[in-house]
Protein backbone atom coordinates (compact mmCIF):
# COMPACT_ATOMS: atom_id res chain seq x y z
CA UNK A 1 0.00 0.00 0.00
CA UNK A 2 1.34 3.43 -0.83
CA UNK A 3 1.87 5.66 1.97
CA UNK A 4 2.49 9.66 1.22
CA UNK A 5 3.71 11.45 4.04
CA UNK A 6 3.57 15.35 3.41
CA UNK A 7 4.38 18.51 5.62
CA UNK A 8 2.25 21.03 5.58
CA UNK A 9 3.46 24.43 7.37
CA UNK A 10 -0.32 25.90 7.60
CA UNK A 11 -2.47 23.33 7.94
CA UNK A 12 -3.03 20.71 9.67
CA UNK A 13 -4.47 17.57 8.70
CA UNK A 14 -5.90 15.10 11.21
CA UNK A 15 -6.12 11.89 8.95
CA UNK A 16 -2.69 10.66 10.30
CA UNK A 17 -2.29 10.04 13.95
CA UNK A 18 0.87 9.32 15.99
CA UNK A 19 1.70 6.18 17.78
CA UNK A 20 -0.12 7.83 20.95
CA UNK A 21 -3.47 8.46 18.60
CA UNK A 22 -3.45 12.18 18.37
CA UNK A 23 -3.52 13.83 15.34
CA UNK A 24 -0.16 15.27 14.18
CA UNK A 25 -0.44 18.54 13.35
CA UNK A 26 1.79 18.61 10.31
CA UNK A 27 2.11 15.58 8.37
CA UNK A 28 -0.86 13.83 6.72
CA UNK A 29 -0.65 9.98 5.69
CA UNK A 30 -2.48 9.31 2.83
CA UNK A 31 -3.03 5.90 2.51
CA UNK A 32 -4.21 4.45 -1.07
CA UNK A 33 -3.01 1.16 -3.09
CA UNK A 34 -1.17 3.75 -5.43
CA UNK A 35 -0.81 7.18 -6.62
CA UNK A 36 -3.22 6.57 -10.32
CA UNK A 37 -6.48 8.05 -10.70
CA UNK A 38 -8.07 5.16 -10.88
CA UNK A 39 -6.91 4.25 -7.11
CA UNK A 40 -8.31 7.14 -5.90
CA UNK A 41 -11.61 6.40 -7.69
CA UNK A 42 -11.33 2.94 -6.03
CA UNK A 43 -10.59 4.68 -2.27
CA UNK A 44 -13.28 6.70 -2.94
CA UNK A 45 -15.82 3.91 -3.60
CA UNK A 46 -14.32 1.05 -1.11
CA UNK A 47 -14.18 4.63 1.96
CA UNK A 48 -17.97 5.53 1.38
CA UNK A 49 -19.32 1.50 0.99
CA UNK A 50 -20.73 2.19 4.37
CA UNK A 51 -22.23 5.26 3.42
CA UNK A 52 -23.23 5.72 -0.23
CA UNK A 53 -23.90 3.37 -3.30
CA UNK A 54 -20.51 2.98 -6.03
CA UNK A 55 -22.46 5.06 -8.37
CA UNK A 56 -23.16 7.97 -5.87
CA UNK A 57 -19.57 7.62 -4.30
CA UNK A 58 -18.23 8.26 -7.89
CA UNK A 59 -20.08 10.70 -8.79
CA UNK A 60 -18.61 12.65 -5.66
CA UNK A 61 -15.30 12.02 -6.84
CA UNK A 62 -16.29 13.12 -10.18
CA UNK A 63 -17.44 16.36 -8.40
CA UNK A 64 -14.06 16.62 -6.46
CA UNK A 65 -11.64 15.88 -9.28
CA UNK A 66 -13.81 18.51 -11.59
CA UNK A 67 -13.95 21.38 -8.36
CA UNK A 68 -10.33 20.77 -7.14
CA UNK A 69 -8.65 20.32 -10.18
CA UNK A 70 -10.82 21.24 -12.96
CA UNK A 71 -11.12 18.22 -14.65
CA UNK A 72 -14.13 17.07 -16.78
CA UNK A 73 -15.48 13.90 -16.92
CA UNK A 74 -13.83 12.94 -20.37
CA UNK A 75 -10.19 13.81 -18.57
CA UNK A 76 -10.80 11.74 -15.91
CA UNK A 77 -11.36 8.68 -17.49
CA UNK A 78 -8.82 9.32 -19.90
CA UNK A 79 -6.49 9.50 -16.77
CA UNK A 80 -7.52 6.25 -14.92
CA UNK A 81 -4.01 4.69 -15.33
CA UNK A 82 -1.92 8.00 -14.97
CA UNK A 83 0.27 9.54 -11.89
CA UNK A 84 -0.63 12.33 -9.33
CA UNK A 85 1.63 14.25 -7.80
CA UNK A 86 1.30 14.85 -4.30
CA UNK A 87 -0.62 18.16 -4.20
CA UNK A 88 -3.06 16.60 -6.28
CA UNK A 89 -3.63 13.22 -4.64
CA UNK A 90 -3.98 15.81 -1.64
CA UNK A 91 -6.82 17.94 -2.88
CA UNK A 92 -8.77 14.75 -4.14
CA UNK A 93 -8.20 12.26 -1.40
CA UNK A 94 -8.49 14.96 2.05
CA UNK A 95 -12.29 15.23 1.38
CA UNK A 96 -13.12 11.20 1.38
CA UNK A 97 -12.86 10.93 5.46
CA UNK A 98 -15.44 14.25 5.90
CA UNK A 99 -17.33 12.60 3.10
CA UNK A 100 -17.01 9.14 4.98
CA UNK A 101 -18.32 10.66 8.03
CA UNK A 102 -21.70 12.38 6.54
CA UNK A 103 -20.42 15.84 5.89
CA UNK A 104 -22.02 16.88 2.55
CA UNK A 105 -20.24 17.69 -0.12
CA UNK A 106 -20.75 21.11 -0.43
CA UNK A 107 -20.08 22.18 2.53
CA UNK A 108 -16.22 20.12 1.87
CA UNK A 109 -15.49 21.68 -1.56
CA UNK A 110 -17.20 25.27 -0.50
CA UNK A 111 -20.15 25.80 -2.85
Same mark, same amino acid.
Given at each position: ????????????????????????????????????????????????????? !?? @? =? #???????????????? /??? *??? !?? @? =? #???????????????? /??? *?????????
Amino acid at each position: MLCVLLHFALQRCSIWNDHQGTAHPYFCAVQIAGNTVGAVLAAYVQRLAPRYD !RP @E =A #LAMARIVFAERLGWDR /ARL *ELA !RS @E =A #LSESELLKVYLPIKRL /AAG *EPLQYILGT
